[in-house]
């Protein structure tokens, strides 16, 4: 789970789905970043406001803004640094 000023994004290492939910109304937009069965393996946000969900051991990963619009999406393991975050390099795919 990650947020930003606007949103808050939820997914499980259960669902390949994640969700994008509005917090001005509550109103959520499930969304994929890859057409193959994978399920959602992190989700991770920046101090600007981006968020980034992979799936998978690096199968793809979809950006989104701070607006909730798309922002970039590929194939790889792709995330999100930030000051209140840590990643153990040895555990990346």
Do not use: H, R
């Not at 989104?64 to 999100?80: K, Q, R, T």
């Amino acid at each position: 789970m990650a947020a930003n000023k606007n949103f808050l994004f939820i997914g499980t290492n259960q669902d390949q789905l994640a969700v994008q939910m509005q917090k001005s109304d509550f109103a959520i937009t499930q969304y994929s970043g890859i057409s193959d069965p994978i399920n959602v393996s992190a989700i991770t946000s920046d101090a600007y406001g981006y968020v980034t969900t992979t799936w998978g051991t690096g199968q793809g990963f979809y950006v989104i803004g701070p607006n909730g619009e798309a922002e970039l999406d590929g194939g790889g393991a792709s995330f999100m640094l930030n000051t209140i975050q840590a990643a153990v390099p040895s555990t990346l795919p």
